[in-house]
């Protein structure tokens, strides 16, 4: 079992930044593939980042390529997702997730392990 706490949501102006972390505790953390998946209000659960258990090889929505790092410390239990140049449309609860595997997967439900969210909202 892997447990997933986020940590570093907030309210920040358009144009600012961010850093969301996600410590986990339980199992082997380095073996995880890890994401992240935001949920705006009314809206379904989307794909963010991932990225493989090594680091080697990660994944962004079009929407955040080249706004959002996601990156891992293994040696920290932890993910990171550095997000940049915020938008208004980037306000939801951000989750982290972790599911055994070797490949960057976008669907949701491919995920077993998931956090209780973080909430990020950008004001304009």
């Known amino acids: 079992q892997v447990q997933l706490v986020e940590s570093g949501g907030g309210l920040v102006q358009a144009g600012g930044s961010l850093r969301l972390s996600c410590a986990a505790s339980g199992r082997t953390f380095s073996g995880y593939v890890m994401a992240w998946f935001q949920q705006a209000p009314g809206k379904e659960r989307e794909f963010v980042a991932a990225?493989?258990?090594?680091?080697?090889?990660?994944g962004y929505a079009d929407s955040v390529k080249g706004r959002f790092t996601i990156s891992r410390d293994n040696a920290k239990n932890t993910v990171y997702l550095q997000m940049n140049s915020l938008k208004p449309e980037d306000t939801a609860v951000y989750y982290c997730?972790?599911?055994?595997?070797?490949?960057?997967?976008?669907?949701?439900?491919?995920?077993?392990?998931w956090g209780q969210g973080t909430q990020v909202t950008v004001s304009s």
């Open positions: 990225i493989t258990s090594s680091g080697a090889r990660t």
């Open positions: 997730a972790g599911r055994i595997g070797a490949d960057v997967v976008r669907t949701d439900r491919n995920y077993k392990y």
